[in-house]
């Protein structure tokens, strides 16, 4: 593997950060997802429970320590209540907001690897066939071993540009479509909150204005 590195130049130390940044976020993001993807229906039931009661403090209670983007969302909303209807929705929507945020997280920088992984190969490709052409321009003994020095930097620098950039991918692709998935249940759950709320008994209507 050393030697791999060796022979495809200097520009494999860029590709080499690539490909540690990549997999520590992939890694990262499908722990992150896995956990995500455990919803809490004990907790979820309950609360709708408790809101349809107009039971605010148990509510309260249940959210405080319900870590979750879901809980999250459903303690923000909980603390608006009593308020008009486009207030909470505002606030929901900014929970929501910010949960995406978290489920988008270093997306962006596998996005941004797998447009320069390909380029920075390409780049070596270059180099690689600039140091060939350049063993050509001399009369040594060791021309055709310069040669080949060259065409192989510049096929695995090529090679290996390909090979981050083609997993990290589908891996980007797979992780924002688990992010609108989550993204879509979390809104339907909100909603479904914020419905009861606005129809639940007690509470809600007398701390309304």
């Not at 447009?115 to 009369?139: C, D, E, M, W, Y």
Request: glycine letters at 8%; a neutral charge.
């Amino acid at each position: 593997m050393w030697q791999f590195f060796v022979k495809g130049g200097v520009v494999m130390i860029p590709l080499g950060i690539c490909s540690l940044t990549a997999l520590t976020i992939i890694i990262e993001r499908a722990l992150f997802y896995y956990r995500a993807n455990r919803w809490e229906e004990r907790e979820i039931k309950l609360i709708k429970v408790y809101l349809g009661q107009g039971k605010i403090e148990e509510a309260k209670a249940l959210t405080n320590g319900w870590n979750s983007a879901l809980g999250r969302i459903a303690a923000v909303i909980v603390q608006h209540w009593g308020h008009s209807p486009e207030r909470m929705e505002k606030a929901a929507e900014a929970a929501g907001y910010a949960e995406l945020e978290r489920f988008q997280r270093g997306l962006g920088v596998l996005d941004t690897i797998v447009t320069a992984s390909p380029l920075l190969g390409l780049l070596g490709t270059v180099t690689g066939i600039i140091r060939s052409f350049g063993a050509l321009s001399v009369v040594a003994q060791n021309q055709a071993e310069r040669m080949s020095a060259g065409i192989a930097e510049a096929l695995y620098t090529t090679a290996f540009g390909l090979a981050i950039a083609i997993p990290v991918l589908f891996c980007v692709n797979f992780f924002y479509r688990l992010a609108e998935k989550q993204a879509q249940k979390l809104t339907a759950e909100a909603e479904e909150i914020m419905a009861i709320i606005q129809q639940s008994p007690g509470e809600y209507h007398e701390t309304t204005n």
